[in-house]
Nanobody
Framework: QVQLVESGGGLVQAGGSLRLSCAAS????????MGWFRQAPGKEREFVAT????????RISDSVKGRFTISRDNAKNTVYLQMNSLKPEDTAVYYC????????????????WGQGTQVTVSS
């Protein structure tokens, strides 16, 4: 039905930058909020950022605030996570998620999930 595909992950040195992309297909997502979550080995899934589909509202977790930025491109049905000043503790699998209606911070509130993309930050 709805497919979300993340890309842009990889290996980067501490202090470097990466831009993750999440492309949506199968639906218009005209009123869907989008979110980014991450999960490191042995840790719980963690909220990273969310954005309303009309870009009116964004929320960033305290752990990445000032370093990460979430944005979207309506024409491409794509949401981005720009990650700057990366730290080793940012190492995780990053997941894109979509939710009908408004913003949310909990994973269980999202309706669709991508497969994840690995981000590894070396020290």
């Amino acid at each position: 039905q709805v497919q979300l595909v993340e890309s842009g992950g990889g290996l980067v040195q501490a202090g470097g930058s990466l831009r993750l992309s999440c492309a949506a297909s199968g639906r218009t997502f005209s009123s869907y909020a989008m979110g980014w979550f991450r999960q490191a080995p042995g840790k719980e899934r963690e909220f990273v950022a969310t954005i309303s589909w009309n870009s009116a509202t964004t929320r960033i977790s305290d752990s990445v605030k000032g370093r990460f930025t979430i944005s979207r491109d309506n024409a491409k049905n794509t949401v981005y996570l720009q990650m700057n000043s990366l730290k080793p503790e940012d190492t995780a699998v990053y997941y894109c998620a979509a939710r009908r209606s408004g913003l949310a911070y909990l994973g269980r509130e999202y309706d669709y999930w991508g497969q994840g993309t690995q981000v590894t930050v070396s020290s």
